[in-house]
C-alpha cells in the first residue's frame, strides 16, 4: 500500500526457478510455495513512479512481512523517496526601471520531494539568458547559497546536492543598456523526468525615446524681419512600453527677437504642452 500510493505496478509478480506462486490482491502480495533445501527461489516484479501531481506521500515503503518494522529488519524492507523540484524566479524591476539601471534577478530551487539530491545525482536548473542580455551587460555576480552556478554563453546552469525539503537560491545581476529588442524576457527551468520541464519568467519592458527638433526654414539660414518660423519637437518611441515626456524647450533665445504667433500646440492627446510664459 505505502508502494502503490505512489507507483503503479507495470510488470506482474512473477515467480523464478522454484515451486513459489505469487498472488496480488489488492495492494498485498501474497507469495506461497516451498524452496528446496539449498536452493533460493525468486519473486520480481516491478513499479513506474506516477506523475508528481498524482502521487500520496511520495515515499515508496515496501515490506516483506505484514508485522516488520523497517527500523528493526532493514534487509526485510526497502524505502525510496521521490526527489521533485519547484522553480520561482522574481526580479527588482518596477515601472520606473530604465536604461542604465542595475537589475537583480533571484531563482529559487526548491525540493518539495521526500527525496534527496545528492553529489552523484544533483538537483539542475537552467535559466535562459539570451533575451536579457542582448539589452543588458553580465555583472559577473552570481551567487548560490548552495551548489554552483556558471554562466556558459547566454545560459545560467545550476546544480548541486539539495536534500527534502530544502531550497537554493541564485542571485545576480545585469546592467540595463536598451540596446536590443527593449523586450528583457528569461526563463528558468528545472527538469520533470518523464514531463515538460517546470518553468518561471519574468518580463521587463521598456520604452526607446528619441526626441528631435527642427525648424522651418531651415536652422543656419538666413530670415529678414516679418518672416514666420515654425518650430516642431518629435518624440519617438521605439521601444515596448509607454515612454514618459518630460522636456522643457527654451526659447529665451528666440523670443528676445521675436514674438509668439501661434501655438505651441501637441498633435497628441497623451501629451500635453504648457503655454509659453511672457
Not at 546552469?157 to 546592467?175: E, Q, R
Request: proline share 5%.
Amino acid at each position: 500500500s505505502d508502494v502503490l500510493d505512489d507507483a503503479t505496478v507495470t510488470t506482474a509478480p512473477a515467480a523464478g526457478d522454484g515451486d513459489l506462486a505469487p498472488v496480488r490482491t489488492a495492494d498485498q502480495l501474497a507469495i506461497t510455495g516451498t524452496v528446496p533445501a539449498g536452493d533460493t527461489s525468486t519473486v520480481t516484479y516491478s513499479v513506474t513512479v506516477k506523475a508528481f501531481a498524482d502521487q500520496g506521500d511520495s515515499t515508496l515503503v515496501n515490506v516483506l512481512g505484514a508485522d516488520t518494522v523497517c527500523a528493526d529488519d532493514p534487509q526485510m524492507c526497502t524505502r525510496h523517496g521521490v526527489s521533485h523540484l519547484t522553480v520561482d524566479k522574481t526580479s527588482n524591476a518596477t515601472d520606473a526601471t530604465r536604461e542604465g539601471d542595475k537589475l537583480t534577478y533571484t531563482v529559487t530551487v526548491t525540493n518539495n520531494g521526500a527525496g534527496d539530491f545528492t553529489a552523484e545525482q544533483p538537483a539542475t536548473m537552467s535559466d535562459d539568458l539570451s533575451d536579457v542580455l542582448d539589452d543588458a551587460s553580465w555583472n559577473a555576480d552570481v551567487a548560490t547559497d548552495a551548489g554552483a552556478a556558471v554562466l556558459t554563453g547566454s545560459r545560467l546552469d545550476w546544480s548541486g546536492p539539495l536534500p527534502a525539503g530544502d531550497s537554493a537560491t541564485i542571485t545576480y545581476s545585469v546592467t540595463l543598456t536598451n540596446d536590443g529588442d527593449h523586450a528583457v524576457r528569461n526563463t528558468a527551468c528545472v527538469p520533470q523526468p518523464g514531463a515538460q520541464p517546470s518553468c518561471d519568467d519574468t518580463e521587463l519592458l521598456l520604452p526607446r525615446l528619441e526626441a528631435s527638433k527642427s525648424v522651418d526654414p531651415s536652422s543656419g539660414s538666413a530670415v529678414e524681419t516679418g518672416r514666420e518660423l515654425t518650430y516642431t519637437l518629435r518624440f519617438s518611441n521605439t521601444g515596448v512600453a509607454a515612454a514618459r515626456v518630460a522636456r522643457d524647450d527654451v526659447v529665451a533665445g528666440v523670443l528676445d527677437d521675436a514674438q509668439l504667433v501661434t501655438g505651441p500646440t501637441s498633435s497628441d492627446d497623451a501629451l500635453t504642452v504648457s503655454p509659453i510664459a511672457d
